[in-house]
């Protein structure tokens, strides 16, 4: 069974740095693109970014370039998702998803979300 | 890049009635057209992958269609069970993008 398991609730204040984890199992990992996706409270989905654990290939929305960071610990199986800088606006529940085919992009695979709090 | 206009941004229905909603696309992306609904609480779950494949296990109530600009998500009788909200989610050289959601809600 394909799981993606997040790391936990995090309470930060601006400026602090953070980085969360996705770790993934029940399939080979570096087979298939993990993407991140965001959600503000009581708003719609927002696409960050996307990894391919084979090679690190990384894209991301132009919305999200150089305020986080992807990557992948292929020894541990785990994507990660991580800020310099911490704003308010980070404020959000942060999603990993996997792709569900080898071909396309949808995202059949969901973590259980890790909400991120930034309050000075 | 490419975005995505859903619409309408919420909807009440009976159960039984039959609910649609579209997504339109500002460049010609194909098929490359997802459909994801989430409850409150609750992760995205991918109900169709490329415009009108519905994904394992999902009700056959649920249907997409479409291609290039134009899409559209159906479901045929609504249940109770079916209220959440609806995204559309495209991807075009692996950028992708999210409609804004449908909020449908029971009459």
């Known amino acids: 069974e394909v799981q993606l398991v997040q790391s936990g609730p995090e309470v930060k204040k601006p400026g602090e740095s953070l980085k969360i984890s996705c770790k993934a199992s029940g399939y080979r990992f570096t087979t298939y693109w993990i993407g991140w996706v965001r959600q503000k409270p009581g708003k719609g989905l927002e696409w960050m970014g996307i990894i391919f654990p084979g090679d690190s290939d990384t894209r991301y929305s132009p919305s999200f370039q150089g305020q986080v960071t992807i990557s992948v610990d292929r020894s541990t199986s785990t994507a990660y998702l991580q800020w310099s800088s911490l704003k308010a606006s980070d404020t959000a529940i942060y999603y990993c998803?996997?792709?569900?085919?080898?071909?396309?992009?949808?995202?059949?695979?969901w973590g259980q979300g890790a909400l991120v709090t930034v309050s000075s | 890049d490419i975005q995505l206009t859903q619409s309408p941004s919420s909807l009440s229905a009976s159960v039984g009635d039959r609910v649609t909603i579209t997504c339109q696309a500002t460049?010609?992306?194909?098929?490359?057209l997802n459909w994801y609904q989430q409850k409150p609480g609750k992760a995205p779950k991918l109900l169709i992958y490329d415009a009108s494949n519905l994904e394992t296990g999902v009700p056959s109530r649920f249907s997409g269609s479409g291609s290039g600009t134009d899409f559209t998500f159906t479901i045929s009788s609504l249940q109770p069970e079916d209220i959440a909200t609806y995204y559309c989610?495209?991807?075009?050289?692996?950028?992708?993008?999210f409609g804004g959601g449908t909020k449908v809600e029971i009459k």
């Open positions: 460049q010609d992306i194909s098929v490359y």
């Open positions: 998803a996997r792709q569900a085919y080898t071909s396309g992009v949808s995202l059949k695979h």
């Open positions: 989610q495209q991807y075009d050289n692996l950028l992708l993008t």
